[in-house]
């Protein structure tokens, strides 16, 4: 072969006619295939092909390679999925330490109080920024409104949720605390969400403050408070000072995310307001009257939007 190459390029350069009629019989290589003195008409052919063949598809509209699906709709879904997993997981796995009796289960009835909707706020900023994402997020405490509601009118007996969310073990009392506990979550999600500090305040007081007032009240609660002797100085001072941090710690976790803008030095001033009533409202007298499930969260609103001016 290599005679043959260097007898023809003798040729060629013997006969100059033949160098100028090369062009026109021996096209130029294609740009896809690499520079070779041995690149047939075969070769030229499959890059033709090629060519046509990427047109082609050049022409075919997005949507032939695509889903119609929306970003938001997607990621949104997907958020809803996570929290309702988070939601259940939470509770059983408090439930699985109940029953192993590694804690006890009115502590492990308000560390779910606690900890409960302060993870479903604090995965608030996984959701998009539509407008619908609220809705979407309301879905888990929905789903839970009517389990309460279903076990609690006794459609279908459930006595572990019973055990492990009520007091006296009555399935009517699933229709009280924590139903006003879900209600709650729902109503701050649907009227401020994650654009305003009153939600967030209202929320951290009724899960942090109140949740934990209850806790150490029972444990460090021998010194009554004067005008109800069912409540401790030890669970009131308690949930100002956890209200006042929580809160203050979430809207810092809001504020960095970009969803407001706040003067901290005011807003402490108006964060210790909230609490110094919501701690007030909760060491009332409340026997037959309103449950700490919503006057707690309702009066942080009305005193944080008055404070706050949203």
């Known amino acids: ?19 100028l009629l090369r062009p026109h019989f021996c096209p130029p290589r294609h740009a896809f295939y690499p520079t070779t003195p041995y690149l047939n008409m075969h070769g030229i052919r499959n890059a033709s092909t090629f060519i046509q ?15 119609d699906v929306p970003g938001p709709l997607l990621q949104d879904a997907g958020a809803t999925i996570l929290v309702v997993g988070g ?5 059983a796995g408090f439930d699985y330490l109940t029953q192993r009796q590694i804690i006890e289960q009115n502590l492990s009835r308000k560390l779910v109080h606690i900890l409960s909707g302060l993870l479903y706020m604090g995965c608030w900023p996984i959701f998009s920024t539509s407008t ?8 888990a405490p929905l789903l839970n409104c009517t389990r309460l509601l279903v076990h609690g009118l006794s459609l279908v007996p459930n006595e572990d949720l019973i055990k492990s969310v009520t007091r006296e073990g009555k399935p009517e009392e699933l229709l009280r605390g924590p139903l006003y506990y879900v209600l709650m979550l729902i109503l701050s999600s649907l009227l401020f969400w994650r654009d305003s500090p009153i939600g967030v305040v209202s929320l951290s007081m009724m899960c942090g403050g109140d949740g934990i007032a209850d806790i150490m009240g029972r444990r460090f609660g021998l ?4 005008y109800n002797k069912q409540k401790s100085w030890a669970g009131s001072i308690s949930m100002f000072l956890v209200g006042f941090l929580v ?7 809001f504020s960095k995310l970009g969803y407001f803008e706040l003067d901290w030095l005011k807003t402490m001033e108006r ?3 909230v609490a110094i009533v919501a701690t007030l409202v909760e060491s009332l007298p409340t026997k037959g009257g309103l449950d700490d499930n919503i006057s707690v969260p309702l009066v942080s609103m009305l005193t944080a939007y008055l404070s706050f001016g949203f």
Not at 58 to 67: E, M, N, Q, S
Not at 247 to 253: A, E, P, Q, T
Request: proline share 7%; charged share 15%.
């Open 1 to 19: 072969m290599a005679a043959v190459a260097v007898a023809a390029a003798t040729t060629t350069a013997a006969n100059p006619k033949l160098s």
């Open 53 to 67: 063949k990427q047109r082609r598809l050049l022409l075919l509209p997005p949507r032939a390679f695509t889903l």
């Open 87 to 91: 939601a259940y997981g939470l509770v």
């Open 132 to 139: 619908d994402a609220r809705y979407f997020a309301i879905i």
């Open 223 to 226: 010194h009554k408070i004067p």
């Open 247 to 253: 809160s203050v710690g979430m809207l810092y976790y």
């Open 271 to 273: 964060v210790a307001m």
